[in-house]
């Protein structure tokens, strides 16, 4: 059994970010609006060449800018618009949700889990998959909540113990 107290902070809260960014939902959703946008930029601009070729510049101006758009999407602009909206979330959440004291014991059975807010334990099948992420691992279940420790405060001990603990009930981490 191991117990873990972390107090969330901004440091934790953008750990938090990054790692709900790399998750497949999210990264599934890119992946699609880029191919989507792709397509779109090779449509919008020989449309838009065209129609300006044939006099019509106020159309031709419209798709340019269709090409634009399309093509802030297709360099990456969803992931920036997916963080500005979790940073919104984070900013509009009560501040007990997003930030606070956390004390977390890890056992053979389950994590218990205790806050501010909440108090629980959840069975290992509660869980889906466990990462490293700079300083952190994180533990993300079902419902694509996350648990943060921080590696720097583990002794060498409970820092193998939890891995090995993790591995055996999540499998290997996430690269």
Not at 56 to 64: C, R
Not at 120 to 127: C, E, F, I, K, P
């Amino acid at each position: 059994m191991l117990e873990y107290e972390i107090e969330i902070g901004k440091e934790e809260q953008d750990a938090l970010l990054e790692i709900t960014l790399q998750s497949d939902v999210y990264r599934k959703r890119r992946k699609v609006v880029t191919i989507i946008s792709v397509i779109m930029c090779v449509i919008c601009l020989p449309f838009g060449m065209l129609i300006f070729m044939f006099g019509m510049p106020e159309m031709a101006s419209l798709f340019m800018i269709f090409f634009a758009f399309f093509l802030y999407f297709a360099c990456g602009g969803k992931k920036v618009q997916q963080k500005a909206r979790l940073k919104r979330f984070y900013a509009n959440a009560q501040k007990a949700l997003v930030s606070g004291h956390r004390k977390y014991i890890f056992s053979e059975e389950s994590i218990s889990i205790k806050s501010e807010v909440a108090e629980g334990v959840n069975l290992w099948t509660a869980y889906k998959d466990w990462g490293v992420y700079e300083n952190y691992i994180y533990i993300r279940n079902l419902s694509n909540q996350v648990i943060l420790v921080r590696q720097s405060e583990l002794s060498a001990e409970d820092h193998a113990w939890l891995v090995d603990l993790l591995t055996r009930h999540l499998g290997a981490a996430l690269v």
